[in-house]
């Protein structure tokens, strides 16, 4: 037969609870790993050529965001495009992108980001991710606009989110300064390029 405790027995064992609970929410939280599910996502990107533009991807590209939904601000990023998987849909001119004239993919085979803050921007679901942008050997910080779309559990029980963002970067801050002067003036390409990137992460399983 199982002794009834005592009033001051209950007591300590409820505090004994209470603390033990208390040293658990005091742990920080994990954040949770998502990689990028490239069937799903895209890198592009829009540079002016004359008097229109010219549109182009990354074929080949990866990443992780180590995602807590708890605390965003404490979410971090990297991601990698291989400057050599430019895709313009004409040959000739993806092998001159690929050339010392432009990405050098040979010497620079990788154009990376690695965030160093997350915070909020004031909009909904939009963050201001800052980072070290790395492309064609020289590094730059920079702050991307990244708009989180959401949670989701996929049809086979994959735990996916969603994050685009648009912005502009001048060629030139990374030293790809190659174009040709026109006899009327003007020169034959931008120096802005836009890039528009979508990305659907996967959470790794454990």
Known sequence: MALELTEHE??????SVIATLLAFAAL??????????KEHSEAMFRVRH??????????????????DPKNPSATTV?????????????ADRDNHLRSADFFDAAK??????????????GTK?????????????????????????GFIKDPWGNEK???TLETTLNRKDYGITWNKALDN???LLGDDVKVDIALEVQKAKK
Request: charged fraction near 15%.
């Open 125 to 149: 679901d939009v963050y201001s991710v800052t980072g070290n942008l790395t492309m064609h050997g020289i590094t730059k910080q920079v702050t991307l606009p990244v708009t989180f779309m």
């Open 78 to 90: 990297t991601f990698h495009l291989k400057a050599a998987s430019i895709n313009t849909g004409v």
């Open 161 to 163: 989110a969603g994050f």
């Open 10 to 15: 209950k007591i300590m064992k409820l505090k």
């Open 50 to 67: 004359l008097v229109s533009f010219v549109s182009g991807k990354f074929e080949d590209f990866d990443g992780t965001v180590n995602l």
């Open 185 to 187: 003036g003007g020169a």
């Open 28 to 37: 920080p939280l994990i954040a949770e790993t998502y990689t990028v599910d």
């Open 108 to 121: 620079y085979p990788e154009i990376s980001f690695t965030s160093t803050s997350v915070k909020p921007s």
